[in-house]
DNA sequence: TCTATATATTGCAATATTCGAATATATAAT
DNA sequence: ATTATATATTCGAATATTGCAATATATAGA
């Protein structure tokens, strides 16, 4: 059977579960990596793996939970899968998290400092 | 022992553990409800309880992730609790998803119609 | 066909999240 | 001190997610 998205109260409306698991579908470091790399450019399974340093079976179980929730797409070239990001609004949206830990990161200067060395969107 | 956020292949930087734990913090349709209200004004916890149909406790406890994450802010004016956002930044965020779900949504007309209903942040 | 390469899926134990019920705390008024 | 109201926390069973290992599939070339 279909999993459902999330086990909650059925007083809450189908729009709100909808969204959740949106965002559910960002929540994970590893989900959060690939999209960086491909709100940048298209990229295989191959490339986001050297560029992430991951296992292949970790990307590629990552990557079928951000195509579940169609906020990629993969296309097939031969024996090579290329993903892109489906909406450009997905960048947006980093872009805005970005900033929002900006904010809220006053403090810890470690991760400050990581924040903002990745350059904001540089290329598309 | 403070909770990790994730437990996760430790070749993931901190940054990508903690961008996932805020996008975590929304990921719940109760949290996506209580925010969608706090982003239009401050309320207290019961505003929000008849606003959103749900129990108090339901709503305090998912009050108290969105806390942790530091996502709103309360104060107390005595027995009452106003919560608040903390980033304005956050509305923009609900704003982008909005567009993003709205984009993917063509197809499921009903959640389509409930979407373009919601007003566009009228107030704020 | 056999082999190599690229990607996907499955199984499962460990861990985390969820939500409702019960309970706790804090403030104000009588 | 008692009561009422507003909010917070704790407990626990049901459920979901994670991550690793193993395995499966699909395509191309020899």
Chains 1, 2 share one sequence.
Not at 41 to 47: A, D, G, I, T
Not at 103 to 123: E, F, H, I, W
Request: proline fraction near 4%.
């Amino acid at each position: 059977m279909m999993p459902r998205a999330t086990a909650c109260p059925d007083v809450v409306g189908d729009l709100q579960v909808f969204k959740a698991s949106f965002f559910k579908a960002l929540a994970h470091p590893v989900r959060i990596g690939i999209l960086e790399e491909l709100v940048r450019r298209e990229m295989s399974v191959q490339e986001l793996q050297s560029a992430l340093g991951l296992e292949q079976p970790l990307v590629s179980q990552q990557l079928s939970v951000l195509r579940t929730n169609n906020v990629i797409a993969g296309r097939k070239e031969g024996v090579i899968v290329r993903y892109r990001v489906r909406d450009r609004l997905v960048g947006d949206l980093l872009d805005v998290a970005r900033a929002i830990f900006n904010n809220q990161l006053t403090g810890t200067q470690d991760l400050l400092k990581q924040l903002r060395k990745q350059s904001r969107r540089p290329l598309s």
